[in-house]
């Protein structure tokens, strides 16, 4: 009878305390109170309140779909009203947090992001050298000689000394150590052959500077020199008298030698020249347009480095996106409102491999890294520009009409409040969390829901469309979560919304190769916009392959034609 007792004390305790959190349930609904949701976390730590606290024990919270906290004890505090704190650990970038109620009909989950540092300063102080191009010698030899030579013999013909008739029988370029050797033969009234070897620096942000190490031989044959030489031999004769013979001999010999210092002084004087005026050229543009048209894409490009090595030329440069330059006092004050809550791009420090030679399949190669990457998706999220191209994406349009198929509710709008943050992947892509993205519905009956925000994570890598001639970002989306927001407190909403929309899905199909979805770079426009002073109209892009050489640097091979 005891025991019997005993448990029927039990079950009515079980069902009184089952009754109790859903009477406390009914009358407070699920929620998870934070100080400011989809927010940064400068201590590295994501806090949160669950309510009501009666239901905190229950709670599930995972950081990147991984379980932090929750009945089974992991990593358990001090619940007593529901408080919740989780150390975020190192890694910089976006978490996606999620604190789950299990449910009998379907669990409920609130979903926050935390965006952990450290931070990169966005315009001040040195940029950093997040990006490299080497070129190939066999490419130099292919495109950058021809257009030269042409120049070169143009330049020739008019030099009174080599006429109109001039044909060039020599110019060559060959990379050897950490300098470049050329020679340049030229025939006409008279020829001239010089070799030279120059070393090559960093001389500006935009300049190369080429400097004359060594001049080398310097051949000089034709009637002037025949007519000179052979003048100081007859009057070295007729000077000399009985010693004619040696007279003469010496002549010719001090005529000939003078010739050849003088011919040597004025090849060095004007080799020099011509250097400071190259070294003085830019190579590379100020400032690019990376999406072509789109002032707001525009970054400044430095050199930092540069080294010549026998497989080809490499050079490490900064590239700093533009501060945003808002045209409207409405736009001005979104831009405040945006910087104001991003403290600025996520630095991994992840720095490029040594300047080294060009890979032997190549022409050229570009390398980034991610924290170049992720500089670029900030300064695009704070101006605005990231927003407008999935506007120009037809993104809300595209999701509109899928939820006109089924529901009532409609999207008028995407607001992006912070730039999606990538994360170093394996093998051939990155990682990629989103958060801060604010859904404009419309539609919604009964009480207003607040702010319905979304986060998410995924996957993305590069793709190269050869027929469009661009770089841009695919991939899929594995968790996807819609929470509202007000006052702090974020709480469950629109989860039918991903399940019988299948929106999922619908972004993957953004995401897909082709489908345009998020923004690209219109390498080819670039390459033929950046090559106008080699050739004109520019390079031509015949074939690209993108890979990942390290951990968070990717890599971009083209053949060029």
């Known amino acids: 009878m005891a025991g019997l007792a005993g448990l029927v004390l039990a079950g009515a305790l079980l069902a009184s305390g089952r009754r109790a959190l859903i009477d406390a349930a009914a009358v407070e609904p699920f929620r998870v109170e934070v100080a400011t949701p989809h927010a940064p976390a400068p201590d590295g730590r994501w806090s949160g309140r669950v309510l009501p606290p009666e239901l905190a024990a229950r709670a599930v919270v995972r950081v990147d779909g991984i379980v932090r906290t929750g009945p089974e004890g992991h990593g358990q505090e001090d619940m007593s009203d529901g408080a919740r704190s989780i150390a975020l650990g190192d890694a910089p970038g976006l978490r996606l947090i999620e604190v789950e109620l299990p449910r009998q009909g379907g669990a409920e989950v609130a979903t926050d992001a935390a965006l952990v540092g450290p931070f990169a300063e966005r315009w001040d102080g040195a940029p950093g050298c997040g990006a490299a191009v080497r070129v190939a010698g066999a490419a130099i030899d292919r495109l950058v000689l021809p257009p030269l030579r042409e120049k070169l013999l143009a330049a020739a013909s008019t030099i009174s000394l ?17 300098a470049l050797w050329v020679r340049v033969a030229l025939a006409g009234s008279h020829r ?45 004769a007729a000077i000399t008298g009985p010693l004619a013979p040696l007279g003469g001999l010496a002549g010719y010999a001090l005529a000939d030698g003078y010739i050849d210092r003088r011919a040597r002084q004025e090849v060095e004087t004007q080799l020099s020249a011509a250097l400071a005026v190259a070294s003085a050229i830019p190579l590379i543009p100020e400032r690019a347009e990376l999406i ?27 590239l700093r996106p533009d501060k945003p330059d808002p045209k409207t006092s409405e736009e001005a004050g979104r831009v405040r409102t945006r910087l104001a809550a991003i403290p600025g791009p996520v630095q991994h420090g992840v720095a490029l491999p040594p300047l080294r030679p060009v890979a032997p399949n190549g022409d050229a190669e570009v390398e980034l890294t991610i924290d170049t990457i992720d500089a670029l998706l900030d300064a695009w999220t704070a101006n605005g520009l990231l927003g407008d191209l999935m506007g120009r994406a ?17 999207l008028a709008g995407i607001e992006v409040r912070l730039p999606p943050s990538l994360s170093p992947g394996t093998g051939d892509g990155w990682a990629l969390t989103v958060a801060g993205l604010r859904l404009g519905l419309t539609g919604i009956e009964g009480e207003d829901p607040g702010e319905v925000l979304v986060a998410g994570r995924g996957f993305v890598r590069p793709h190269y469309d050869a027929a469009r001639g661009r770089i841009s970002l695919t991939g899929s989306i594995d968790r996807l979560r819609l929470s509202c927001a007000r006052a702090g407190a974020l709480w469950p909403c629109f989860g039918a919304l991903l399940e019988m929309g299948d929106v999922a899905a619908k972004l993957d199909a953004q995401l897909d190769p082709g489908a345009a979805g998020l923004p690209g770079i219109e390498v080819r426009a670039l390459l033929r916009e950046g090559t106008q002073a080699v050739r004109a109209g520019g390079l031509e892009l015949a074939d690209l392959a993108i890979t990942y050489p390290t951990p968070g640097v990717l890599r971009v091979a083209a053949e060029v034609r």
Do not use: M, N, Y
Request: charged share 20%; aromatic share 4%; glycine share 12%.
């Open 192 to 236: 001239i052959a010089v070799s030279a070897k120059l070393e090559v620096r960093v001389a500006g942000p935009r300049q190369l500077g080429v400097r004359l190490a060594a001049l080398g031989p310097v051949e000089f044959t034709g009637s002037l020199r025949t007519k000179t030489t052979l003048g100081a031999a007859a009057l070295g």
């Open 394 to 410: 037809q993104w809300v349009e595209r999701v509109d009409a899928a939820l006109g198929e089924w529901t009532t509710l409609g």
């Open 162 to 178: 080599l006429g109109p008739e001039t044909v060039l029988e020599e110019a060559s370029v060959r990379l050897e150590g950490d």
């Open 292 to 318: 072509v048209g789109e002032p707001r894409s525009r970054a400044t490009l430095a050199f930092c480095a540069v080294a010549i090595e026998s497989g080809g030329v490499s050079a490490h440069l900064s």
